[in-house]
């Protein structure tokens, strides 16, 4: 398994492009199973859980074309399979998405339950709540769910217990081709579905509201072709704002939206960043200054996401203080913890709450990613540690960022990949 190395201590310098964001590129290439007519789909990030969802979708019957330009043409006009293996769904929860889409085109889909993972126990309840109230019947046999609507979906008013992304994003694409019209109540109101909602009224669909918590679909009859772009990563965007300003340094960030970022980039100011924007670049400056320890909770947006929730930890490790970091989203997502521990940070965990004491540096260590975000902020503490950092298990790394060596490479950062 690939491993990543760091010599920590270097000032982070320079520009970086941001790429597509996984969390939209995910929902919108299912939401592709939908489409009667070709669609393009640009500003795709290159990724392990892109390609697995291509994989899945691919297996379905759906054909791609790449091109050099992170581009790709999608036909989903000829699907012959509505199911969504477990060898698949094992290796990336995100493949529930592809339930709504199936069931409102075809009336059938049979996708393996995803189990738990890492940072929690991650139900999908309310996913199948929602479908059964379009109309679907729900079995689950054999560790796999399978939905079925003969006669159709029927439009209805949806009020989610719990904010859910995915949940959001599954039901409001069952609800597209479904008779009538729904209203789903306490939705997401997280830009990824935003970008989602925006891409499948470029295919025809009636969707309002999304960026707000009620969505309002219109069911339509099909959905035909388009064109749409990605928009940029507000994570892998941030996860970089932490890299320059752990290090102290400047950076200038491209081809990022930085109206989806506004509780990042009010954390950051409160570490003492000097942050400037225009519409779709981010500068941050440290002037060669310690950051400042930073207090949170992270909460559904526009809250601060709990995607930057470790990131942020990394960067209360080195700061001037003592943070307090609060996680109400997922019950156990401080696995990052244990392994900065073992670089000398100083951090009590009291239920749900982190407290960090700052320190000058950290020292170098072996350590292990153990999920996608957790490893993306080992990756921070190595880059301010003294010595070297191994870090294990970064296929982890690998299905949400696009080749991070080498974008940390070129901002400075002495880390480079070793292939086993
Ligand atoms: C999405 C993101 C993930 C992010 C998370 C929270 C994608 C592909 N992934 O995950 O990166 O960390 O949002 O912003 O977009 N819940 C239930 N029942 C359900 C569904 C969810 O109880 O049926 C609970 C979850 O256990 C969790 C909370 O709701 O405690 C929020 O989870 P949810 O928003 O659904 O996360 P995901 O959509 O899986």
């Known amino acids: 398994m690939d491993k990543l190395i760091l010599q920590g201590g270097h000032v982070l310098q320079g520009e970086v492009r941001i790429s597509g964001a996984k969390n939209a590129a995910l929902p919108i290439l299912a939401g592709s199973l939908l489409a009667t007519a070709p669609v393009k789909i640009t500003n795709m990030p290159h990724l392990r859980d892109i390609t697995t969802m291509m994989e899945l979708t691919g297996g379905m019957g ?8 992170m581009g790709v043409e999608v036909y989903a006009e000829d699907i012959q399979r509505f199911e969504a293996p477990y060898e698949l769904v094992k290796t990336m929860r995100a493949s529930i998405l592809v339930l709504g889409p199936l069931l409102t085109r075809f009336g059938s ?8 993972c ?7 309840d309310l996913h199948l709540k929602g479908m059964e109230k379009l109309g679907a019947k729900i079995n689950i046999d054999n560790g796999y769910i399978h939905a079925t609507a003969p006669n159709g ?7 989610f217990d719990t904010v859910t992304v995915t949940g959001t994003e599954n039901l409001m694409m069952a609800a597209v081709l479904a008779k009538g019209v729904t209203t789903l109540h306490h939705a997401a109101r997280e830009p990824e579905v935003v970008d989602l909602a925006n891409y499948l009224n470029t295919l025809g669909a009636k969707i309002s509201g999304a960026g707000t918590d009620t969505i309002v679909i219109d069911g339509v009859k099909e959905l035909g072709g388009g064109q749409y772009a990605v928009m940029p990563d507000r994570i892998e965007a941030g996860t970089f704002l932490v890299a320059a300003a752990i290090t102290r340094g400047k950076i200038k960030l491209k081809q990022v939206a930085p109206t989806t970022m506004l509780q990042i980039i009010h954390k950051l100011t409160e570490a003492g960043a000097d942050i400037q924007m225009d519409d779709n670049t981010i500068s941050l400056d440290m002037h060669g200054k310690r950051p400042k320890a930073v207090r949170l909770s992270t909460a559904p947006y526009p809250g601060f996401p709990t995607d930057m929730q470790a990131q942020m930890i990394a960067l209360n490790t080195v700061a001037e203080g ?5 996680e109400t989203i997922f019950e156990n997502r401080f696995l990052h913890v244990q392994e900065m521990q073992r670089m000398g940070a100083q951090i009590v965990l009291e239920g749900n709450t982190a407290i960090i004491t700052g320190k000058e540096r950290l020292t170098g260590a072996p350590v ?10 080992l990756v921070l503490a190595g880059l301010v540690a003294e010595g070297e950092t191994t870090i294990e298990r970064i296929y982890h ?3 949400g960022y696009e080749v991070i060596e080498e974008k940390l490479s070129q901002l400075g950062a002495k880390i480079y990949r070793e292939h086993s």
């Open 397 to 399: 790394i690998d299905r």
């Open 322 to 326: 003592v943070g307090h970091i609060v």
């Open 368 to 377: 292990m990613a153990t999920d996608l975000r957790a490893s993306a902020s």
């Open 153 to 159: 979906l029927h439009g209805c008013d949806i009020s």
């Open 62 to 69: 759906v054909r791609f074309v790449l091109d050099d330009q």
């Open 109 to 116: 889909a049979r996708v393996s339950f995803p189990g738990g």
């Open 118 to 124: 890492a940072i929690g126990a991650r139900p999908v």
